[in-house]
């Protein structure tokens, strides 16, 4: 063999031995949220301190990015930060109010510069919401510098070709939260097919469809869109460079694939409404506990009743006694019959109010509830409405 082709010889077979090392670029990618500690967002002091670059500046999850600081402070330690957002519904008590995207930071890694003022350090992009992402340089509470990150899009789906019935995977990466990043539409040869949902999944989303249709190729699509209306027409748009998800699913003929049973397709319990006249007990909030409470310590307090200007006793809780004690209100002036309503004689004050707001409240407030005025039983000198 002469030398020019064994040269060509070790090049390929170099080549070759390189080739798996091409893959070690990609990592198997975690949740943002495993970086490491949570921290407070920092905010800038007199302006922005150094450079901050990002390489590359875009790619999806699991891919390998270096971040290199210059123009800092030497000898000083710096914390790296993934700026991102934790996702939830405003949902409670049977109301939707839409979805809420809180702002959090999660330390990449804790980096020191040199004399020169630089550092180098990388990190694997993480799972979690697509679109842009700010890489944040910061010492404590005050931010040096920042640069952006684009985490791309992606979409898989699995098997390509099968029988009438296959269940067709789709994994879906990079979802974004604002708007017009955070609705996508599953289009099945034209026809929509559902919306997909990554609100509280950071991004990500699973789901499985089943193949339908004759035998032959069929389109699936990923697209954007509102209210469950896949917009057609990107280009003209307030962000005309947002991706586009296009594969074919082929039928293949042969023996359908059935779904399971329908015993094995329902839920295994149901919440639904009580029946009409059930006893339903309520799980209070701290807030309402609270009130509730105050509510029958009111209930419990006694009430000094005035008929024609006498005072009658009032009955007393003794919680620690556990018994009712009979005490006298506290000696006030009494009222005069003259200050009292004409069609009524009686007026059922509170043990905590004072006698000016009392009259103020018998000239104010009619003698009546409903339509029935009050009347005094001289048997227990109370005054009590009729109906009783």
């Not at 007199?46 to 901050?52: M, R």
């Not at 992402?133 to 899009?153: C, E, P």
Request: aromatic share 6%.
């Amino acid at each position: 063999m002469s030398t020019p082709s064994v040269v060509r010889v070790l090049i390929l077979l170099a080549a070759i031995l390189a080739m798996p090392s091409l893959s070690t670029s990609r990592a198997e990618a975690a949740l943002a949220t495993d970086f490491g500690p949570e921290l407070a967002a920092a905010q800038p002091a007199n302006g922005f301190v150094g450079k901050l670059s990002v390489a590359p500046l875009h790619a999806s999850e699991g891919a390998n990015v270096t971040v290199s600081g210059d123009a800092l402070p030497a000898n000083q330690e710096f914390d790296l930060v993934w700026r991102t957002v934790k996702g939830s519904w405003k949902a409670a008590s049977g109301e939707y109010h839409g979805r809420d995207y809180a702002p959090i930071g999660y330390r990449i890694a804790h980096v020191k510069t040199d004399a020169a003022g630089k550092f180098a350090a990388s990190f694997i992009v993480p799972d979690d919401f697509g679109f842009q992402h700010d890489i944040v340089l910061q010492q404590g509470t005050k931010l040096f510098t920042q640069a952006g990150f684009n985490l791309d899009m992606t979409m898989k789906v699995t098997p390509e070709n099968g029988p009438p019935g296959t269940p067709i995977t789709f994994d879906i990466k990079g979802i974004g939260f604002r708007e017009l990043e955070n609705s996508w539409m599953l289009v099945y040869d034209n026809n929509f097919t559902g919306w997909i949902s990554s609100v509280s999944t950071h991004g990500s989303a699973h789901f499985t469809i089943p193949a339908t249709g004759p035998v032959g190729t069929h389109v699936l699509q990923l697209i954007h869109g509102e209210f469950t209306f896949p917009y057609m027409n990107p280009q003209q748009n307030p962000v005309p460079d947002r991706p586009r998800f296009k594969t074919n699913f082929i039928v293949t003929r042969g023996e359908a694939v059935l779904p399971p049973p329908v015993e094995a397709q329902t839920q295994k319990s149901v919440r639904t409404l009580a029946k009409p006249g059930a006893l339903v007990r309520h799980q209070l909030s701290p807030a309402s506990d609270v009130r509730s409470r105050s509510a029958a310590r009111a209930s419990r307090r006694a009430r000094v009743i005035s008929c024609n200007g006498r005072r009658s006793p009032a009955i007393v809780s003794s919680p620690a006694a556990g018994k009712s004690v009979r005490t006298r209100s506290p000696k006030r002036k009494p009222m005069r019959a003259a200050s009292l309503p004409s069609n009524s004689r009686c007026l059922t004050i509170s043990a905590a109010r004072t006698l000016s707001s009392s009259r103020m409240a018998a000239r104010k407030r009619p003698a009546a509830f409903g339509s029935k005025p009050l009347r005094c039983r001289s048997a227990c000198r109370r005054c009590m409405p009729a109906t009783c």
